[in-house]
């Protein structure tokens, strides 16, 4: 692909929706991962206003430090970078002991894991009502229209998704051309939900290569029988979350009242 082409493609696009939305910038969580440092970049070479936000929550340390270094390589060459950090560890703890006990703490992992990704949300829109700014969503195709690896309004609420259109792989090779820096470059995808390092690979079961693949096969209208090993293994686990996950990825539906009835 050419990546030079695709970069100011999207810059520009970038830019034009923001003019035409009489908007002046963008607001962006920066989570030490791959696809918030490419669509920070992307932002921040608009030459318009961005403000990173930085969002811990019982973080890793590691993803913590990727994020700011990223950010602070943002800073370093683009003059229009600021930086915000929200520690929102005492507001999701807060808001838990609020909640109602449950029997077993482990029923309720998946629920508090995306109430962290909604808690952002909302810190995220909070300051781009404040500053008039834009929230820039960072997911790509892979996670936003193969296998919904997001949280409903949670990461999934943004205004605008400029690098929904590439796939995982993509992602990095527009990042490497841009010359993010190598940590970010190098660590496994992760979701960051956890309190952990359990990365993407470790919670779908596959590997966003593999998945890639999948989607491609699936557009083919390949079936299961199709495959074999290890190929149906990937294929099922595709076929597996896209199907689960339709409600996130489909427009809201909406009851339509007979007009006879109205």
């Not at 520009?12 to 963008?26: C, H, I, Q, S």
């Not at 970049?41 to 969002?55: I, Q, R, S, V, Y």
């Not at 076929?239 to 109205?262: D, T």
């Amino acid at each position: 692909m050419d990546s030079e082409k695709i970069v100011n493609h999207i810059v520009d696009w970038l830019k034009t929706y923001a003019e035409n939305a009489g908007v002046k910038g963008f607001v962006i969580g920066v989570s030490g991962g791959i696809d918030s440092a490419l669509t920070s970049t992307l932002c921040a070479k608009t030459g318009l206003p961005l403000l990173c936000l930085e969002m811990p929550i019982h973080q890793a340390e590691s993803q913590v430090s990727r994020a700011l270094n990223h950010i602070s390589w943002l800073q370093d060459n683009f003059k229009n970078v600021s930086l915000t950090k929200v520690n929102l560890t005492p507001v999701f703890d807060s808001l838990v002991s609020e909640l109602p006990s449950v029997d077993n703490e482990e029923d309720r992992f998946m629920s508090l894991a995306n109430t962290r990704a909604r808690l952002r949300m909302t810190s995220l829109y909070y300051f781009a009502a404040l500053h008039g700014y834009l929230v820039a969503g960072t997911g790509n195709k892979v996670e936003d229209f193969g296998v919904g690896f997001y949280t409903k309004y949670g990461d999934g609420g943004v205004d605008l998704s400029p690098i929904a259109d590439l796939v995982k792989t993509q992602v990095y090779e527009l990042a490497g051309h841009l010359g993010v820096i190598e940590e970010i470059l190098n660590a496994a995808p992760t979701d960051g939900l956890w309190g952990d390092d359990r990365t993407d690979e470790d919670q779908i079961g596959a590997s966003y290569p593999e998945l890639e693949w999948a989607m491609e096969m699936d557009a083919l209208q390949k079936q299961h029988t199709d495959f074999e090993g290890r190929s149906l293994e990937v294929f099922t686990i595709y076929k597996r979350l896209n199907n689960a996950n339709k409600h996130k990825m489909s427009p809201i539906p909406v009851c339509e009242i007979p007009k006879e009835l109205l």
